[in-house]
């Protein structure tokens, strides 16, 4: 794990971040911590699936980086970082608190953010529409054995690039761009989205859920997925200009361990 720089090197007005899964093996809860740890934000939005409790019922697992990463978040909203959590579909326990405040953590079962440059956006998990679009069996299977089995495979395949020098590479991210029926299950997945915050008369949505990063206009409607800390390792920002960008952190850690501990926040450009 790289230092904790004593100056956060990048700075946004907003940060989205989902699907991290805490309590399961398949967490890259390290590249979390450093991405954490090497930024500040106004506010932080949690997009669902922080904690995956389906997974702590069937085996416990809670390594002391998973607790770092709590505390990591607390200790930001303690200092003044406005927290939203928003609930997803395996931490929907914490839907029951919908409104209250702990830690200076706000849980909400959904929110409406507004950006720097006046635009407003839908912000929820996205699990809401599974039961509008049919999954695909290939979905299905990849939620649940198998998508554990490619995640556990994904760690010792990248375990031998990174030993002879090739970047990082998501198994299960390949699969779903490339099998038919998961490519179809996204596309509506996200045409259904879409189809809610224009309904709401809103200009776009940022969800998680379906562990697929995206910004793309749909019939006139933005819609952003964060992606999730599981295989991509990505969160979607915004800077103090309104823009919205993906940034991908397997990518991104490079800058972070080539500057100087006491560098000056930067902010980084869409």
Same mark, same amino acid.
């Given at each position: 794990?790289s230092?904790?720089p004593?100056?956060? @090197?990048?700075?946004? /007005? ?7 899964h805490?309590?399961?093996k ?5 590249? !979390? ?32 980086? =998973? %607790? ?5 978040? *607390? ?9 939203i959590y928003?609930?997803? %579909?395996h931490?929907?326990?914490? /839907?029951?608190?919908?409104g209250?405040?702990?830690g200076?953590?706000e ?5 409406? =953010? ?8 839908l912000? *929820? ?9 049919? &999954?695909?069996?290939?979905l299905?299977?990849?939620g $649940?054995r ?7 495979? $994904? ?13 990082y ?5 390949? !699969?779903k ?9 996204? &596309? ?10 224009? /309904? /709401?008369? @809103? ?14 206009s ?6 952003? %997925? ?7 390792c ?9 823009? !919205?960008? *993906?940034?991908?952190w ?18 980084l450009?869409a």
């Amino acid at each position: 794990m790289s230092p904790t720089p004593s100056k956060p @090197l990048f700075r946004f /007005r907003t940060v989205f971040l989902s699907d991290v899964h805490l309590g399961f093996k398949g967490c890259s809860a390290d590249y !979390l911590l450093d991405f954490l740890r090497s930024m500040e934000t106004e506010t932080l939005y949690l997009v669902g699936d922080i904690v995956d409790l389906w997974s702590l019922k069937k085996s416990f697992y809670w390594p002391q980086a =998973h %607790n770092d990463v709590i505390r990591t978040i *607390l200790g930001k909203a303690e200092r003044g970082t406005r927290v939203i959590y928003i609930p997803g %579909n395996h931490d929907s326990l914490f /839907r029951d608190y919908d409104g209250m405040v702990f830690g200076n953590v706000e849980i909400r079962r959904e929110a409406v =953010h507004d950006t720097a440059d006046g635009r407003r956006f839908l912000v *929820l998990h996205g699990d809401e529409f599974d039961g509008v679009i049919k &999954a695909s069996p290939l979905l299905e299977a990849l939620g $649940n054995r198998a998508y554990a089995f490619i995640l556990r495979l $994904n760690r010792y395949v990248n375990l031998f690039r990174r030993r002879f020098g090739f970047p990082y590479w998501s198994i299960a991210a390949y !699969l779903k761009h490339k099998v038919k029926n998961a490519v179809r299950y996204i &596309a509506n997945f996200e045409q259904a989205l879409a189809d809610e915050a224009r /309904r /709401r008369g @809103l200009d776009g949505m940022i969800c998680g859920h379906i562990h697929r990063a995206e910004i793309t206009s749909i019939d006139g409607v933005l819609y952003c %997925n964060d992606g999730d800390w599981v295989e991509s390792c990505t969160t979607l920002t915004e800077d103090f200009q309104g823009r !919205l960008t *993906l940034l991908r952190w397997t990518e991104t850690r490079e800058i972070v361990r080539s500057r100087s501990t006491a560098g000056s926040p930067i902010e980084l450009a869409a």
